[in-house]
C-alpha cells in the first residue's frame, strides 16, 4: 500500500520558532510538492522538487523553505513563524513518466501559530 | 490564467440519493483527477481521466472526460454515509511537465441517514 506520510498531525509553535514540517514517501517517487489548505482559498503550491536537491517556487513561497537530501524526504521550514502561517499543510508526491500528474498526499499537518 | 470552476460549491443530499458534480475551464486539459478529502485527512485520488470522452468507474463512482477536454463530471451513486467529503478536481498546469497540478474550490457533499 503505497503512503505518504507527514511527521506531525497536529503542531502548536510560538511566534517567531523555526518549524520543521517532515514528510516522507515510500513510492520511490521522483516529484515532491508541499501545499497550504485555508479556507476559501483552496489549496496553494508552496514548494515543489524533481529531484534531490532540487527545489523550485510555487505560488506563495514567501517565509518558507525546503530541503531535499533524500528521494523520499521533503521537509518544509518556517524560518520563523508567523500567525499568518496558520494553515493545514499537505504533502504530496508523484511518479515521473505517464502518471506524473497523479500527486499522492499525506494526512495533513494542522499547525497554529500563537 | 488557468483556473478550475467546481460546482455546485456544496451539496446536502439523503441517503440513498445520487450525485453530479462537474468542474469547467476555459482552457483545455489533457488529464483529469478527482480527489476526495474527508474531514481532517489529505486528499485520496479517487479517479484519473486521460482521454477526452473517457468514463471510468471506481466502485460507485463515474468520472468522465468532457468531450471538449474543458470539462469533466463525477458521479456517485446511492450515496452513503461515509462518503461525505470535499471532492475537487484538478487537472496539470499548461506548460508544465513536472507534474504540478491546479484544483478546484472543491464541491462539499453532506449526506443525512
Known amino acids: 500500500d503505497v503512503k505518504v506520510t507527514q511527521s506531525s498531525r497536529y503542531l502548536v509553535k510560538r511566534t517567531g520558532e523555526k518549524v520543521f514540517l517532515e514528510c516522507v514517501q515510500d513510492?520511490?517517487?521522483?516529484?515532491m510538492f508541499w501545499y497550504r489548505q485555508d479556507p476559501g482559498l483552496g489549496l496553494r503550491l508552496i514548494y515543489f522538487?524533481?529531484?534531490?536537491?532540487?527545489?523550485e517556487k510555487g505560488d506563495i513561497p514567501e517565509g518558507y523553505s525546503v530541503s531535499r537530501e533524500k528521494k523520499e524526504r521533503f521537509s518544509l521550514i518556517l524560518e520563523s513563524a508567523s500567525t499568518n502561517q496558520t494553515s493545514m499543510y499537505l504533502c504530496?508526491?508523484?511518479?515521473?513518466?505517464?502518471?506524473?500528474?497523479?500527486?499522492?498526499f499525506g494526512p495533513g499537518t494542522r499547525l497554529t501559530v500563537l | 490564467g488557468q483556473q478550475l470552476n467546481q460546482s455546485p460549491q456544496s451539496m446536502f443530499i439523503q441517503e440513498g440519493e445520487d450525485v453530479s458534480m462537474n468542474c469547467t475551464s476555459s482552457?483545455?486539459?489533457?488529464?483529469w483527477l478527482w480527489y476526495k478529502q474527508e474531514p481532517g485527512e489529505g486528499p485520496v485520488l479517487l479517479i484519473a481521466?486521460?482521454?477526452?470522452?473517457e468514463l471510468t468507474s471506481n466502485g460507485r463512482l463515474t468520472a468522465q472526460f468532457g468531450i471538449t477536454r474543458k470539462d469533466s463530471f463525477l458521479n456517485i451513486s446511492a450515496s452513503i454515509p461515509s462518503d461525505v467529503g470535499i471532492y475537487f478536481c484538478?487537472?496539470?498546469?499548461?506548460?508544465?511537465?513536472?507534474?504540478?497540478?491546479?484544483f478546484g474550490q472543491g464541491t462539499t457533499l453532506q449526506v443525512k441517514p
Open positions: 504530496a508526491s508523484s511518479p515521473m513518466g505517464g502518471r506524473i500528474n497523479e500527486q499522492f
Open positions: 513510492m520511490d517517487h521522483e516529484n
Open positions: 522538487s524533481y529531484d534531490v536537491k532540487m527545489k
Open positions: 482552457s483545455i486539459f489533457n488529464t
Open positions: 481521466l486521460y482521454k477526452a470522452g
Open positions: 484538478a487537472g496539470p498546469m499548461r506548460s508544465s511537465n513536472t507534474g504540478k497540478l491546479i
